[in-house]
Structures are given as structure tokens and as C-alpha cells.
């Protein structure tokens, strides 16, 4: 085995995900996966330059951190706001803020399960990676392909009726919404609910007969038990917009409920790590490594006890029954619990925009800065997010501190690529199939990297096996 | 009575009095010159340097506003040179300072913005000198961005000339020139800012705004000023 001495594999970069990255695979000198690490090689900054702004700026300044989640930042941004304000917004301003939510929710959500996952469950793992992408499942599933890129349409749609525009919405400001609903932007978003339920329908089905077909390999596909955070509504019901923040441990069992948070720096700790940009978040009481906790789809159905809306609770019955249990850990049902929040999503828009007040112009409520400090807390597509606000006495930000989904699941993303890697990497016979299932783990959590848009699929992979010298010894590459 | 002279503004012969600027008799003979600096009822001070044009026997290129037409002067107004310069002068103004029109209370009722427009700017071809700017948030009412703020002193101008306080004034001199409150002290701090606003109303960029303004909806009324301007019968 002197060959296989320090040996790494590098997947550079990782395809269909939102944004730039690469993973390591280091094996030791008998072969054996001894570190997967997924490396984050951006830096924005944000943090940093947005000090001095003033702070009721920050619900258009945020938005473009990402390109994808724009208005759970805005959100995010306006809740520090109304925080360091003292003020709440007027009932419908919330409203039409948790209906572009929603609508982003479901664009988000679409993307990363019909363009960038579905072609690994319906062409299979192993496929050409020429035709493994939303281009080559037209050519076989055009109904699907043509029904998915709608439902992402639909989500833009939501915001470009209310706000004109379709990312980076305008009108989420600090006191609520600047820019009422009209009522024509209503009747024709009401238009689109019964093609969005139907293909939700047909999704659900989708995914179920393939996880019965492949039941298996998905039940130990990336299976690592962790803990779960996620908002819920007082009574324990899902929630995206606003809430209770709940974390359940890997049984299931509360560990917190309702902390505020104002507080979440007591109870989350970030630590730093030399190889990403990324961070280790975890839970403080329990310490490194026992306290990592996932976010996002599946954490969110993790921590809830039931879905808001009727078609979605009976799809979470169903969900909570695939491990007899209170919490599901197998990381591939990131994508079920996808397709659930959408479906939910969806019929929770409905239910909004027949709301008989949602056309009033009391949208905002005004005030000034009456405090230092503001946090905001909202789910995005990939999680939980906090936004922590310090000013001076005048209102500009003397410090800016994001803590992102994405961030939050880097613990648990090392684990599932690990994980992944130990059961099909074969350093002898490295496959591109193989390599596939450890980006796959890594799409499950539709991580967003960049937080800009990227078209699927086009990126060249580069895997290098290098010498314990750094030499390259051998070379795979694809696409491009 | 003002002297009758005649003069040529690009070929064409115009009849017009002594003592008017280049860019009053365009605007009465409806010939456009791009302007940023300019303010009607204030006075002129050529610092945009977009106004600048080609005078027949001037080696130099003079600024529309501050140069008094005289008989027999041929002027040109929109030669290729002077758009080119024109271009360069608005892409200066988008380097020098930090520009995120996205982000801008001013986005879609900005100046800068319809200037980059109208001279067809397509990108800066120069490097952005990325200056930290200040941004002085201590009045109760107001805040000036010195990131969006492009020297063209209308505030200052319009403190002094019309609501007569001169909070208002100029510092430094190049691209450390800055607006200053008093004798350079934070706005909240003015003894003579009368928080009347008329600064806000006269901004061509989002330099200068109220806050509660939130992006892309900055509420500006600079023909308020002109108004006041005619009713006071200043100048």
C-alpha cells in the first residue's frame, strides 16, 4: 500500500450547488479516509464594511449577500431594525413580508430540488455526467422539468408582483412593507396555486417511489444523528417567518424552547477553523462537536410538531413515520422535507392572499432609533438566520454580526461527506459516480456559498490525487 | 438696457444681451448642456465641469455657466470631444466616491444616475480610489453621506443664499474636499443648521437625506427651491 501513502482527493469545484467551493478527501498511509473537508474559498465581508451604515439601511444592503435568500436577509435586516427601533410592524406589513417569504421559499427550494437534485434520484448516480443535469432531464422528464422551473417562476413571481422585482426584492423596510399589494398583483398570483399544488403532487409521488426503490442505500446514505434548530410557533407548529427558537437533541427531546434571540450568543458558540471561511457553530452547553446541530428543511420538520396548513400535515405524517421515530437524521430526506415546506408554502400564499385585508396601504409603521442593540431572526431557505445589530447613539452600526444557515450545517456537511466518502470512494479505483454521491451529500443541504446565482451544472470538476509531497499523481477531470 | 450682441452656438447665429452666461442663452434657445452643479436662482460656480465648451479663440474649454457671452463669440456645445470629456468627467465622479446606486435612497431619482445615462457612460474605465467617507448621522432629522456626495456645493449654496444660515461649507481642497457642517463639526452639533431641509430638496444624489427615506424612495422637491427662489426674487 505504499502508493496510497498520504494520498488526497480534491473535488474542485463542487457542482451544482449555489456558489464555489471544494472538497478534500485525505487519506492516511494504509489507505483509509482519515479527513473530508468541504472548503469554503469566498469572503465577503460584509460584516465588516457595513459598519458606519446607518442602520435602516441594512434591509437593502443585506439582501445582496445572496441571490437565492434576498428577502429572509431583508427580513432578517428589518427585524434588527424594529429591535434597536422598539417598534412592530402593522399586522398586514408583516403579512405581505411573510408572503414574499414564502414565494422565496418556494423559488429557493424548486431550484435546488428540480435543477440541481433531481437529476441524481430520476438519471440515476452513475449517469453520463453530460446528461446529469436539468438539460438531460428534459430530454426524458419534460413534464417534470417544465412543471419545476414553473414552480420556481411562481416563487419569483410573488415578489415581482408585490415589489417589481424578482431578486433582491425592494419595499421590506424597517416598521413593515413601503410598498402595499394591489389587487390585480393578488388575482394573479391566486392563478398560479392549483398548477403549484398539482406539481407538488406529482413530486411527492416522485420522490416516495424513489425512496421505496432505493430505500437501502438512502437509509444509509449520509445517516449521522445530530441535533436540530429550527423557529416554531408558540403551540410547537412550523414555522418560516417568526417564532420560538427550538432546538431538540438527537432523540428528539426538547434542550431549548423560546430562547430569545436576542440571546442566541449564549447559547451558540462559532468556532474558527484554519482550512474554510466557514465556521463550526454549536450548541454552547453541550461543547464542540456534541453540540453540532443541523438547520434548515429537515431540521425545521425535526423540531416541529406539526405543519400549519392541511395538505402539508398529511405529508408530515407520513415523513415522521420513515423512522418510527421523533427526528429523521438521514440526510437525503433534506430533499423531502423540501418538497413538504413548498407544498406548505403554497397553500399558506393562498391562504395570505385571501386574507379580505390584504390590500390595505397600512403596511409600515415609522419610528427612529431608540435603542442600541437589534436582532432580527427569521428562517431562510438552508435555516435558521440571525442578523445582531450594534449602533451608536446616532444609529450607525458600530458592529454587524450574521450568523447563515449555510454556516450552521458545515459541521454536520464534514460528517455527511465523510460519511459518503468512507462507503464508496475506493482509492484504487476512484469513480466518478462515487465522487457524485459525495457532492450529492453536499447538495442535500443546498448549501449557498457565494449567495449568487449560478447556472447549473456547467462548472468543471477537477479531482487530483496528490502524493504526501503535494505531487499530483494522478488527474480526473469532467465537464467544463 | 443691456447691449443687443450677436453670437454662434454651433453655426447657428443667436441674438442675444450682454452679462447673460453660455448656459442661460442655450437654455432660452433650447440647446441642452449637460449640468450637475447648476442650480436655477443660485449662483453659478462651474464645479461639475460638466458644462464645459469650445469658445472660438480660447484654448481652454470654458464652463458654460460662469462664462458671459460676449459679441461675435462662436461657440460649440456638443462636439465629440466635449462628449468624450463629458464621459470622463461623469466616470470620475463614479471612482472618486463610493456609488451603489442598488443600495441608494436616490436609486431612480438621482442626477448621477440620469447623467451616467444621458453622456452613455457604459463603465468606469478608471480605478475607484475606494476613499472612506463618512457617513454623519447626529442631526435628529437628517443624514449626509459623503460616499454619494459629488461636490457640486448646491447644499452649500442653497444654506447661504437662500435660507441664509451657512450651516454649509467646503474643506480641503481635490478629492479630500469635503462638505462641512459649522467649522467642521457633526451636523447634530450646527448652531446655525435651522433643520429647514432645503439642502435635501437641492441634492442631485443621495448625499443628503431624511431619515425614515428607505431605498429607491427618496422623496426630493427641488422645484419647491425654484419656487421659493422666484417668490424671494433672489438674484
Known sequence: ?480 | MPDKITISINGTEIKTEEGKSILSVCKENDIHIPVMCHFPGLTDVGACRLCLCEVKGYNKLLPACTTLVAENMEIQTHTEKLKEYRRVIVEMFFSERNHMCSICVANTNCELQDMATEVGMQHVRFPFLNQECAVDASHPKYVIDHNRCIMCTRCVRVCSEVEGAHNWDVKNRGYNARVISDFDQPWGESETCTSCGKCLNVCPTGALWAKGSVQGKLDKFPEKITDLIEKRGIH
Request: charged share 25%.
Open chain 1, 1 to 480: 500500500m505504499a502508493e496510497t501513502k498520504g494520498k488526497k482527493i480534491t473535488i474542485s469545484p463542487v457542482t451544482r450547488i449555489e456558489g464555489h467551493a471544494r472538497i478534500t478527501l485525505q487519506y492516511d498511509a494504509k489507505g483509509k479516509l482519515d479527513e473530508a473537508r468541504f472548503h469554503v474559498n469566498e469572503f465577503r465581508g460584509f460584516e465588516k464594511f457595513c459598519e458606519g451604515r446607518y442602520f435602516t439601511e441594512m434591509p437593502a444592503i443585506t439582501p445582496r449577500i445572496c441571490g437565492i435568500c434576498p428577502v429572509s436577509h431583508a427580513v432578517c435586516s428589518a427585524k434588527a431594525g424594529e429591535g434597536i427601533m422598539r417598534i412592530k410592524p402593522p399586522r398586514i406589513g408583516d403579512q405581505l413580508r411573510r408572503l414574499i417569504q414564502l414565494g422565496q421559499m418556494i423559488s429557493s427550494h424548486a431550484l435546488s430540488f428540480y435543477h440541481l437534485s433531481s437529476p441524481d434520484m430520476l438519471m440515476g448516480w452513475d449517469c453520463d455526467p453530460d446528461k446529469r443535469n436539468i438539460v438531460g432531464m428534459y430530454e426524458q422528464f419534460p413534464d417534470l422539468v417544465r412543471r419545476g422551473i414553473r414552480l420556481r417562476q411562481f416563487g419569483q413571481e410573488i415578489s415581482m408582483y408585490i415589489t417589481g422585482k424578482k431578486i433582491h426584492t425592494m419595499g421590506v423596510v424597517c416598521g413593515g412593507m413601503s410598498i402595499p399589494l394591489k389587487e390585480e398583483a393578488r388575482e394573479a398570483l391566486l392563478k398560479w396555486i392549483p398548477e403549484a399544488l398539482e406539481t407538488l403532487d406529482m413530486s411527492l409521488e416522485l420522490y416516495k417511489g424513489y425512496y421505496e426503490k432505493n430505500k437501502e442505500e438512502l437509509n444509509v446514505f449520509a445517516y449521522h444523528p445530530t441535533m436540530y434548530m429550527g423557529l416554531v410557533q408558540a403551540d410547537g407548529t412550523h414555522e418560516f417567518y417568526d417564532g420560538k427558537v427550538r432546538l431538540v437533541d438527537e432523540k428528539g427531546e426538547i434542550v431549548e424552547d423560546g430562547f430569545n434571540p436576542a440571546d442566541f450568543a449564549q447559547y451558540i458558540a462559532e468556532h474558527p477553523i484554519a482550512w474554510s471561511y466557514l465556521k463550526y457553530p454549536y450548541y454552547k452547553p453541550y461543547g464542540f462537536e456534541k453540540g453540532f446541530y443541523r438547520v434548515g428543511p429537515l431540521a425545521r420538520l425535526n423540531v416541529a410538531e406539526r405543519m400549519p396548513t392541511p395538505l402539508a400535515q398529511k405529508e408530515f405524517e407520513l415523513f415522521r413515520q420513515l423512522e418510527d421515530g421523533k427526528v429523521i437524521h438521514g440526510t437525503f430526506h433534506f430533499h423531502y422535507a423540501r418538497l413538504i415546506e413548498m407544498l406548505s408554502s403554497v397553500e399558506q400564499a393562498r391562504d395570505i392572499l385571501n386574507d379580505p385585508q390584504i390590500l390595505s396601504t397600512e403596511t409600515w409603521a415609522r419610528g427612529e432609533r431608540n435603542q442600541h442593540d437589534g436582532v432580527g431572526c427569521t428562517e431562510a431557505p438552508r435555516g435558521i438566520l440571525f442578523h445582531h445589530y450594534t449602533t451608536d447613539d446616532n444609529g450607525l452600526l458600530t458592529k454587524v454580526n450574521l450568523l447563515i444557515a449555510t454556516g450552521q450545517n458545515n459541521p454536520a456537511m464534514n460528517t455527511s461527506i465523510k460519511q459518503v466518502a468512507e462507503k464508496y470512494v475506493r482509492l484504487d479505483d476512484v469513480q466518478e459516480g462515487a465522487l457524485n454521491r459525495v457532492e450529492g451529500a453536499i447538495r442535500c443541504y443546498d448549501p449557498c456559498l457565494s449567495c449568487s446565482t449560478h447556472a447549473a451544472g456547467q462548472m468543471p470538476l477537477l479531482i487530483e490525487l496528490k502524493d504526501h509531497r503535494g505531487k499530483i499523481v494522478r488527474t480526473l477531470a469532467r465537464g467544463g
